[in-house]
């Protein structure tokens, strides 16, 4: 799990949390192709078949075409994997995004995490894999698709 206040080095934080066998990674700050490639790790991370992973961008501010990709990518993984996944934004530009790109059917709701967590139980946190924190300070490589 990352620290919040690494957001303004890094553009990108990632909150992992588990309850009731879901996963749930909140982003905080900005995705874009600088980051994107960590993330799709990180969420590589804590699927699972039969699992659930809940995507939590109401916290991010923003998000660019490549951010885009991975979340079309990811749905299209969790189709054909077995697993859930749902994304959840707030109103604004990262909602907006989504829909200019012609991919707002990829979101689930604006309450979803706000449904997850009035549930019996508290989102414990999980830590993320130790090979992101020791290439965390590293450039990360990006590939074109």
Same mark, same amino acid.
């Given at each position: ?54 995507? !939590? *961008?109401? =916290?991010?501010?923003?998000? &660019?075409?490549?951010?885009?990709? @991975? ?5 299209? /993984? %969790? ?34 995490? !706000? *449904?997850? =967590?009035?549930?019996?139980? &508290?989102?414990?946190?999980?830590? @993320? ?5 020791? /290439? %965390? ?9």
């Amino acid at each position: 799990m990352q620290h919040p206040n690494r957001v303004r080095k890094e553009g990108l934080s990632v909150l992992a949390s588990r309850r009731n066998g879901i996963d749930r990674l909140s982003l905080l700050g900005e995705l874009d192709r600088s980051n994107v490639r960590r993330l799709e790790r990180e969420l590589r991370g804590v699927v699972h078949p039969d699992g659930a992973v809940v995507l !939590d *961008l109401r =916290d991010l501010a923003s998000i &660019d075409a490549w951010g885009l990709s @991975l979340m079309e990518r990811a749905a299209r /993984r %969790a189709r054909s994997g077995a697993w859930q996944l749902s994304i959840t934004t707030g109103d604004g530009a990262v909602r907006d995004a989504f829909e200019s790109a012609g991919i707002g059917h990829l979101l689930s709701g604006p309450h979803l995490s !706000d *449904l997850l =967590d009035a549930g019996d139980g &508290d989102w414990s946190p999980v830590a @993320l894999s130790p090979f992101l924190r020791q /290439r %965390a300070g590293q450039p990360l490589a990006v590939e074109a698709r």
